[in-house]
DNA sequence: GTCTATAATTAGATAGAC
DNA sequence: GTCTATCTAATTATAGAC
């Protein structure tokens, strides 16, 4: 028989971990209470004590999974080994992989100061394993003299920049599709580098 | 005869926007309370209301002053005409003026959202002629043969993001100084647009 | 001009009924 | 598993004493 409610632990979560993606994204982790979170889930807010044990948590859990995917997708993404390739097809994959989660970049990286400071330390030893992977990569190609780059730390920062900003002002359906976006972005890194 | 309260117009108001300033870049606007902002004043969270008729106007006032102070700022700077030698003067204004303000540039990105939807409206428009003066130069400079970009739009978004990043990365005394950062950054927007 | 006191609301989180 | 009800603490903002 149907009932109005009952057992849902199996999508209330997700669902949670949705809406509150989702509203984070939009309103910012501090402005965000846990009675909208309930609101938008469809529950109550005692209910969403039993999916997480407390706010922070929700931001913590969603900010390290993002990062680690991150990582994951990276790993798993072919690159090949000519620097100036390889910068292609990093700066391609970053593009692509931030407008796909529009909502996850934004909060990666606006909600940084709302991490309890342990969680911040992990999140930034994540952070840092992503930065150094594009840095290797400018450095291997100073080594081989395919880049002209000062500082390769400086140009890692700067790059990662660039390519996020992405985000801020894309939009689907926009004058510009997603293709030709991540053609432009990857040509202008690469002319950056002196490639 | 000295006293310990008194008068004090002149001096908390300004001491209140500093405060403000310093504790919206550190925790978020969302995150920071009147109170938290009383006590770095030195007073108690109703003498605030003296200053300002609400929190909403402390973010506001900040936002829109910055914007304007950074497009007079960018008026006041003597731009070459040249499109190459005009785009490296306004990247090294760029960093130059946000190295010198990371506080109120933080929160003029990261709390737009903050913003009631009236305020948010000119804001944005500030911001949209700070970007068009980018954008400017570089249609001037795609034309005169100068850059090769495939898009001007996308371009400005990319060069502003890139160096705006400086301010999240950057700290006095560290491995790099202000004039190298400087000279770097301006090299790498230069190369971006194929100059 | 600043204080104390307080109003009115809202926050995160928990207890116990069903 | 979700609900209602509630606890405790904090919030923005105001009123009135000094």
Known sequence: MARKTGSHADITGPRLRAAARKLFARNGFAAVSMRQIAAEVGVQAGALYLYTPDKQALLFDMMREHMEELLAALAAEPL?????????????????????????????????RNLSPENFETVERLRHRYEEALERILRDGVASGDFRIPDTRLATMALIAMLTGVTQWFRAGGRLGRAEVE??????????VGA
């Open 183 to 192: 053609d432009i972005y990857a040509g202008m890194a690469l002319r950056a």
């Open 80 to 112: 090949p080994d000519a620097p100036a390739r390889r910068l292609e097809a990093f700066a391609r994959f970053h593009v692509r992989y931030h407008l796909d989660r529009p909502e996850e970049v934004f909060i990666a990286y606006m909600e940084l």
